[in-house]
C-alpha cells in the first residue's frame, strides 16, 4: 500500500469532515479517529509492534485529553464534570493497556468510547 497516498487521501477527507461541521459534528469525527486508532493499537500489541502501539496510544490520549480540555466546565455542570472523569478514566486505562500490553484493556476502553459516541450522535440529531 502506498502511504503517502493513503494520508493525502485521509487528510483530504478529514479536510472535508471538518470544514463545514458543527461542533458536535467534529465531536463525532474525534470519536472515529479516537476508535480508529484504538484498533490500530490493539493491532500493534497483537503483532508486538510496540513502538508504534506506543505512538497510536499517545494519540489515542492527545485526543482524550484534547475532548476533554474542550468542555465547558463552567456552564456544563455535573454531566461535564462526568464526562471529564469518563475521559481521565480512559486515558488512565490506556496507560495501564500500553504497560500490561493488554488487549482486554483497550476492548474496555473502546466500549466506554463507543457508549460515549452514541450520546454524542444523539445529542446531534436532538438539535438536528
Known sequence: MDYEAYASYHAVNLEAQTSTA???????????GLLDELARAKGHIE???FEQK???????INILNGLSSALDYDNG???????????????WRLHDASLSLDTAILDE???LLATLKGGWQGVGEAHG
Open 22 to 32: 458543527s461542533p458536535v459534528e467534529l465531536v463525532l469525527v474525534l470519536f472515529d
Open 54 to 60: 506506543g505512538e497510536s496510544i499517545t494519540k489515542c
Open 109 to 111: 476502553v473502546c466500549a
Open 77 to 91: 455542570g455535573e454531566v461535564v464534570t462526568n464526562l471529564a472523569r469518563l475521559y481521565d478514566y480512559c486515558v
Open 47 to 49: 503483532a508486538r509492534r
